[in-house]
């Protein structure tokens, strides 16, 4: 079981972080952030969709084609727990070695796209003041970075979890005797 975990969740944590590092990196100054927003969560999804093949493979290989709902989820889990840590891993590394400035192009995307969609002004300088002390904390505080990221990151792994583990989750038949 260990090993299924742990390939199913690296290679999922890298899956992940595939749109952040490949689409944003390339293309993603020109999309809006609820696009962006988008493709990244889609990617996400697709990610942990490995969760069901995970869950389906050791049920049907290891557990004779049955498997709890609990040992489906705690197997989920933990898949959802490496890639997320992957996922916050090669995150830190990229904001801290290619994209340093991601906090500053956010709250300027932000901005201008609150302006094209009519907020006031005084809403606008309200939620920019709140916006910017969020992101001096992010790009100051390593830990408070990890933390929001692994929030991007984590709810959709349970939520696929608790999904796959109902889905697949399979008792063994009692054995009958014809007399």
Do not use: C
């Not at 709250?107 to 609150?114: G, R, S």
Request: aromatic content about 14%; cysteine-free; glycine content about 8%.
């Amino acid at each position: 079981m260990k090993k299924t975990i742990w390939v199913y969740g690296v290679i999922a944590g890298l899956i992940s972080v595939s749109w952040g590092v490949v689409g944003e990196g390339m293309i993603g100054d020109h999309m809006s952030l609820h696009t962006r927003l988008f493709f990244g969560y889609a990617t996400m999804v697709l990610a942990f969709s490995l969760i069901f093949v995970a869950v389906k493979n050791y049920r049907d290989s290891f557990q004779n084609g049955t498997i709890t709902f609990g040992k489906a989820f705690r197997i989920g889990l933990l898949i959802t727990l490496i890639a997320s840590t992957v996922y916050v891993i090669i995150w830190m590394i990229d904001y801290r070695y290619f994209v340093p400035d991601y906090g500053d192009k956010y709250q300027a995307q932000q901005i201008a796209e609150w302006k094209a969609s009519g907020v006031s002004a005084a809403d606008i300088k309200k939620q920019a003041a709140e916006l910017a002390a969020t992101m001096g904390e992010y790009k100051a505080n390593a830990i408070f970075r990890a933390f929001f990221t692994y929030l991007e990151i984590v709810p959709v792994g349970i939520l696929i979890t608790l999904l796959v583990a109902l889905i697949l989750k399979r008792r063994s038949k009692p054995v009958t005797v014809n007399a």
